[in-house]
């Protein structure tokens, strides 16, 4: 096992980069890490420079991320090496409460290693992927100059009022998480005609378009569609990769990213457990 250097991140998201989309869950934590936008994880290979796992981990030397904060996500290209570093190596700290997200394919061989290491979980959620392999496919909405002047980011002020209309939100960590984001990533909204905030989009730490939300005497007007949009545009201006995960059964997010060109990978699916809950 091995913790990779800085110097080593770009190298590591290149790999990454090949095995895409399904990557994405920890190649967008190593993109905003090579960008200086995400200090407070870690990535740990089974052998380098040719790995067959990674892992993406809380940072033990990273003290502001409190329990709440902590996530673990991996990518792998051999289970059976996944699985002895989970049961042989101290690659978790199985003690603490954390979240871990994977491809649904490891979901049987997990369970197994949860229940050697005796840790309680609990499905929080199952997900689609959808993303955007480049411009080309993107998909240009009609809407009105009424709507594009009134498109502006986000700020510190908007974090409890997205805190509470957050599914996984409403509490103090939800709340930091919003900051973070709002502090490190691109953010958007639309604005009624006063300035208030009432449709927003977010990225995730990984990356990952997420938070997309319409005060509801607002929705039907075109309002998501517009945001998701401009954000596509300026991911791949910038270089980002362009992603989201929709949560099965949640129908309007998903047509509406299909319909601006998002491709989905239905042999695919994202799960995400908490773990000592």
């Not at 208030?196 to 007007?221: D, F, I």
Request: net charge neutral; charged share 20%.
């Amino acid at each position: 096992m091995k913790v990779l250097q800085k110097d080593e991140h770009m190298a590591a998201e290149s790999v990454l980069l090949k095995h895409s989309p399904k990557s994405f869950l920890v190649c967008g934590y190593l993109h905003a890490s090579n960008r200086n936008k995400q200090a407070n994880v870690q990535f740990i290979v089974d052998t380098w420079p040719d790995f067959k796992v990674i892992i993406c981990r809380p940072d033990p030397e990273n003290k502001q991320a409190s329990d709440g904060t902590k996530k673990v996500m991996f990518y792998c290209l051999d289970e059976k090496t996944l699985r002895d570093m989970l049961l042989e190596e101290d690659t978790v700290d199985w003690s603490s409460h954390f979240v871990m997200a994977y491809d649904s394919s490891h979901a049987s061989m997990l369970k197994e290693v949860f229940t050697q290491r005796q840790v309680s979980h609990k499905h929080r959620a199952c997900a689609h992927l959808l993303y955007l392999p480049d411009s080309s496919h993107l998909v240009t909405p009609a809407f009105d100059s009424d709507i594009k002047s009134r498109i502006s980011s986000l700020d510190l002020s908007h974090a409890h009022l997205l805190n509470q209309t957050w599914k996984f939100g409403g509490d103090e960590f939800g709340y930091k998480k919003i900051v973070r984001q709002i502090n490190n990533f691109p953010s958007y909204c639309v604005t009624d005609h006063q300035g208030h905030p009432v449709s927003w989009l977010l990225l995730h730490e990984n990356l990952a378009m997420g938070m997309l939300y319409t005060v509801p005497e607002y929705r039907r007007k075109g309002y998501a569609t517009v945001l998701v949009h401009t954000m596509a545009q300026r991911l791949l201006a910038e270089g980002y990769p362009v992603f989201c995960y929709v949560e099965e059964g949640n129908l309007f997010p998903f047509k509406l990213f299909k319909s601006l060109g998002f491709i989905d990978v239905p042999s695919y699916r994202a799960i995400w457990n908490v773990l000592n809950t």
